[in-house]
Nanobody, 117 residues
Framework: QVQFVEFGGGLVQAGGSLRLSCVAS???????????IGWFRQAPGKQRELVASINSRFEGNYIDSVKGRFTISRDNNSKMTYLQMISLKPEDTAVYYC????????WGRGTEVTVSA
């Protein structure tokens, strides 16, 4: 079973930037490298949604609302996944989580991102 710990969130003004990080535990480096990882977010009163994902070939995919502003990356040696966010908007305010692409592992606590207008 894989566990995830997210960090790097905070309070920023609109137009600002943040870099979120996620470390996976209980997984060998080799096993992690083949996992399709996703960054998810859950805004207050809304369902959790997949924001970005990165596969074993380091190919990233994004929802339309974050394309051009968010960049997902990974470091398999350290079992880390990152989400670089620029030009943040108030609607990006949410708790951000990482997990397998299907969200099949236990959810971590997430990291809270608050974007003020």
């Amino acid at each position: 079973q894989v566990q995830f710990v997210e960090f790097g969130g905070g309070l920023v003004q609109a137009g600002g930037s943040l870099r979120l990080s996620c470390v996976a535990s209980s997984s060998s480096t080799g096993a992690f490298s083949i996992v399709h990882i996703g960054w998810f977010r859950q805004a207050p009163g809304k369902q959790r949604e997949l924001v970005a994902s990165i596969n074993s070939r380091f190919e990233g995919n994004y929802i339309d609302s974050v394309k051009g502003r968010f960049t997902i990356s990974r470091d398999n040696n350290s079992k880390m996944t990152y989400l670089q966010m620029i030009s943040l908007k108030p609607e990006d305010t949410a708790v951000y989580y990482c997990n397998g692409y299907s969200g099949g592992w236990p959810w971590g606590r997430g990291t809270e991102v608050t974007v003020s207008a």
